[in-house]
T-cell receptor, first 115, second 113 residues
């Protein structure tokens, strides 16, 4: 089954404790992306990757890091989480090099709470 | 930064009625997409319409695009309780860059049995 998986699904952590949210897709997609969703703000892109070792900032990259060492995996790293990073996070992947011309497949989401 | 803005923010209808949601955007686009999100879950792609298309259908869904007015509408006909969800438009183009999609804040649709 074609899918995007994320782990963990729920996470409560404390300020400053480094964490990683994993994302994996089994569709051999080139383009992957991370979004955060906050009430009233819709989805905002954090980082995206057009292929292995190619990443770029989205609209809200501050406080986040990503890496793309393998085509299927695109982890999101919070080196020093802060309460304003409490949010619902989504990973997504797209078949083509241009996210705009192809549908995105979304993971189930990771609900992160930073206290 | 929001390229697409949906209207209304919330919509409440009875089963069997049609639901219309609108999306307006600021700059020229290549494509516009609509997604559905059930509460707290991942988004699901509904329809992609290209800038040279005016209308597209998929089952009970009808999407129109008016590039002169920089707007799109999503019509759900004969709505069902299962259509209860949030609906988002997403656009690309010069505003967001050709490799990025910009999502609106969404329309929350409630369909009552």
């Amino acid at each position: 089954e074609a899918q995007v998986t994320q782990n963990p699904r729920y996470l409560i952590t404390v300020t400053g404790k480094k964490l990683t949210v994993t994302c994996s897709q089994n569709m051999n997609h080139e383009y992957m992306s991370w979004y955060r969703q906050d009430p009233g703000l819709g989805l905002r892109q954090i980082y995206y990757s057009m292929n292995v070792e190619v990443t770029d900032k989205g609209d809200v990259p501050e406080g986040y890091k990503v890496s793309r060492k393998e085509k299927r995996n695109f982890p999101l790293i919070l080196e020093s989480p802060s309460p304003n990073q409490t949010s619902l996070y989504f990973c997504a992947s797209t078949a083509g090099p241009s996210v705009a011309a192809y549908e995105q497949y979304f993971g189930p989401g990771t609900r992160l709470t930073v206290t | 930064s929001q390229q697409g803005e949906e209207d209304p923010q919330a919509l409440s209808i009875q089963e069997g009625e049609n639901a219309t949601m609108n999306c307006s955007y600021k700059t020229s686009i290549n494509n516009l997409q609509w997604y559905r999100q059930n509460s707290g879950r991942g988004l699901v792609h509904l329809i992609l319409i290209r800038s040279n298309e005016r209308e597209k259908h998929s089952g009970r869904l009808r999407v129109t695009l008016d590039t002169s007015k920089k707007s799109s509408s999503l019509l759900i006909t004969a709505s069902r309780a299962a259509d209860t969800a949030s609906y988002f438009c997403a656009t690309d183009g010069s505003y967001g860059g050709y490799n990025k999609l910009i999502f609106g804040a969404g329309t929350r649709l409630a369909v009552h049995p």
